[in-house]
C-alpha cells in the first residue's frame, strides 16, 4: 500500500525564481491538501484540491497555485519566490475532502536564497 | 487571541513520568479535534482524534473540554521513543472549513 509520495525532497531556488513542487496520494485518497511548515511553527493550510478543484484556500497569496490530476495527484506552483517562502511543504492526502484523518507525505524542503 | 493555542515547552521530562498538554482553541463551534506527532525533520503523523467523551490508547489519554475550549493529551509512563513536538489541531466549522494546527509542544523524556 503506497503511502503519500512528494518531490522533490530538497530544492534551492533565488528569489524571483518560480519552483513545482508535486505530491501523489496515499493508495484509495482522492484528495489532496497543501501546508506550508517554517521551522518551529505549525503546518500553515495553503489549498486543498478535490475532483480536480481548490476547494478551500487558507490565506496565502495568488503567487501560491496549484492542480490536481484526473489520477489525484497533484502539484503546487510558487511564482515570484520570495526568501519568507523558505521552508517545509508538506501534502496531505484523505478521502473524498475529509479532514478526519490526513495522511501526510515527507515534505519537500525549500530553501530560496 | 490565536485560533489555536499551545504550550510551546520544552517539557523535559524523566523516563517513566506523566506528562499533560493543553491546547486552547477560539472558535467555539469547532467540531473534530486531533493530536498528530511530529518526529525532527519528519512529516506529522496522527496520533488519535479526540472525542468528546475522551478517549484512551495505551499509555496516551485525550480529553475535550468544550465549555472550556480546550482539550488535552495525557502521557503516562513516558518513553524515549514519547520525544517529538505534538500538535493539536482542530477542525474549524462553517463555509471556511479547514485545519487549523497550534504550533506544537515539544517533549524531550530523557534517561
Known amino acids: 500500500d503506497a503511502g503519500v509520495t512528494q518531490s522533490p525532497t530538497h530544492l534551492i531556488k533565488t528569489r524571483g525564481q518560480q519552483v513545482t513542487l508535486r505530491c501523489s496520494p496515499k493508495?484509495?485518497?482522492?484528495?489532496v491538501s497543501w501546508y506550508q511548515q517554517a521551522l518551529g511553527q505549525g503546518p500553515q493550510f495553503i489549498f486543498q484540491y478535490y475532483e480536480e478543484e481548490e476547494r478551500q484556500r487558507g490565506n496565502f497569496p495568488d503567487r501560491f497555485s496549484g492542480h490536481q490530476f484526473p489520477n489525484y495527484s497533484s502539484e503546487l506552483n510558487v511564482n515570484a519566490l520570495l526568501l519568507g517562502d523558505s521552508a517545509l511543504y508538506l501534502c496531505?492526502?484523505?478521502?473524498?475532502?475529509?479532514?478526519?484523518?490526513?495522511?501526510f507525505g515527507p515534505g519537500t524542503r525549500l530553501t530560496v536564497l | 487571541r490565536k485560533e489555536v493555542e499551545q504550550d510551546p515547552g520544552p517539557f523535559n521530562v524523566p523516563e517513566g513520568a506523566t506528562v499533560a498538554f493543553n491546547c486552547t482553541y477560539s472558535?467555539?463551534?469547532?467540531?473534530?479535534f486531533f493530536w498528530y506527532r511530529q518526529d525532527c525533520r519528519k512529516e506529522p503523523k496522527l496520533l488519535m482524534s479526540?472525542?468528546?467523551?475522551?478517549n484512551e490508547d495505551g499509555r496516551f489519554t485525550a480529553q475535550l473540554n468544550r465549555a472550556s475550549q480546550y482539550i488535552s493529551l495525557l502521557i503516562r509512563d513516558s518513553k524515549l521513543s514519547d520525544s517529538a513536538t505534538y500538535l493539536c489541531v482542530v477542525n474549524n466549522a462553517g463555509n471556511n472549513r479547514k485545519l487549523i494546527w497550534g504550533l506544537g509542544t515539544s517533549l524531550a523524556v530523557n534517561p
Open positions: 472558535n467555539s463551534a469547532s467540531q473534530s
Open positions: 496531505a492526502s484523505s478521502y473524498r475532502g475529509g479532514w478526519n484523518e490526513q495522511f
Open positions: 493508495s484509495g485518497h482522492d484528495t
Open positions: 479526540v472525542y468528546s467523551s475522551g
